[in-house]
């Protein structure tokens, strides 16, 4: 199955900068219509400007704010086929000493809220479409523990487990849903442990590995799935073991 992008409607959250902005482009150019949301107006005008897209002001931990994304996607476009929740932020906080409750809901709204209003918000835009695909951008510290950082691996965590508990609700309608997980990638929101990954030998992604990703996510069949981007690996959904189940007493 190839993913038929040209003349689809796409939504993307965090479409500015980094991971969103570089799927922009990619979608764009295989003629996708976009509607471009974030909080950075400055590079969200100019980067629609740029590809003929649709850009409104979004900041995803406010429900009513992914509403009117979507809403702004369909009274400009008529339908919404492709909604990618990547809006994201490093907490900037641990849970001793540095904890900080306001970057700690701030980590929390963006990453974990934006994506559950983002999801709700799609949803009936989607059904109206015939069907769609949600793709949620988790990480790797949705699959593993991230000590440096370990309220951006809860949120991540939820998130993985939000799509992987989702896939069978959504599969009725139409709609399926994925999580895209990168390790350490190129963009902004390394930029306070680039030095410690660097010091570490921790390679870092190049962007474009993850759009790649992200194309042959698209690409696929499945639903509930978490696709690993790791350097030197080939990207797939990432196996999980399944959980031992209930032993039930013998009857002699």
Not at 81 to 103: E, H, I, M, P, T
Not at 114 to 134: E, H, M, W
Not at 160 to 173: E, F, Q, T
Not at 193 to 215: A, K, Y
Request: glycine share 12%.
């Amino acid at each position: 199955m190839t993913y038929r992008t040209e003349g689809t409607v796409a939504l993307i959250t965090g479409g500015a900068g980094g991971i969103g902005a570089a799927v922009a482009r990619r979608l764009a150019g295989d003629g996708a219509r976009l509607v471009l949301a974030d909080v950075d107006d400055d590079a969200g005008t100019a980067l629609a400007a740029e590809l003929g897209a649709l850009y409104t002001h979004c900041d995803v931990s406010r429900p009513e704010d992914n509403a009117a994304a979507v809403a702004a996607a369909t009274e400009r476009y008529g339908r919404l086929d492709l909604a990618f929740l990547n809006a994201g932020v490093a907490s900037g906080c641990g849970l001793g000493a540095d904890f900080d409750l306001a970057r700690y809901r701030r980590a929390m709204g963006i990453n974990l809220d934006g994506v559950v209003f983002g999801v709700n918000a799609a949803i009936p835009a989607l059904v109206a479409s015939g069907g769609g695909t949600i793709v949620a951008t988790a990480s790797m510290a949705g699959i593993v523990g991230i000590p440096h950082d370990p309220i951006y691996a809860a949120n991540k965590h939820a998130v993985v487990g939000l799509v992987r508990s989702l896939a069978d609700n959504l599969k009725p309608l139409g709609i399926r849903v994925q999580a895209l997980c990168p390790s350490f990638a190129d963009t902004a929101i390394i930029a306070d442990s680039r030095s410690m990954l660097e010091e570490m030998g921790f390679p870092i992604l190049d962007v474009s590995e993850v759009v790649d990703t992200f194309v042959r996510l698209l690409d696929g069949e499945g639903t509930g799935e978490c696709w690993f981007v790791i350097p030197g690996r080939e990207s797939e959904p990432f196996g999980f073991r399944r959980a031992p189940g209930p032993r039930l007493a013998r009857k002699d």
